[in-house]
């Protein structure tokens, strides 16, 4: 499941691209936001199993993970201001 979500991230982050975005800082921290967006599942997963040693408590960080890391940009969109 965790392996989709870093899928349907990396789509979501090649299909929204900003455009405009005119100075250097401005694009580095983007890039740097769409890195952390595309791997933050797979970190969340092998943090949880790593960390978290009850089975329960492990399913109920991992069900927590799968709310928070949903890719609600790859379902509705980004819109550029």
């Keep these: 499941m965790y392996l989709g979500y870093v899928v349907a991230w990396l789509f979501a982050v090649q ?6 975005i005119d100075d250097r800082f ?12 595309i ?9 949880t199993l790593s960390l978290v ?5 492990r399913i109920v960080v991992l069900a927590i993970g ?5 890719p609600f940009p790859l379902f509705f ?3 550029p201001q």
């Design 15 to 20: 299909s929204n691209q900003l455009i405009g």
């Design 26 to 37: 401005s694009q580095a921290m983007s890039q740097f936001g769409e890195f952390f967006a």
């Design 39 to 47: 791997v933050s599942p797979a970190l969340w997963f092998f943090a």
């Design 53 to 57: 040693r009850s089975p329960m408590s």
């Design 77 to 79: 969109g980004v819109t």
């Design 66 to 70: 799968l709310v928070v890391l949903f």
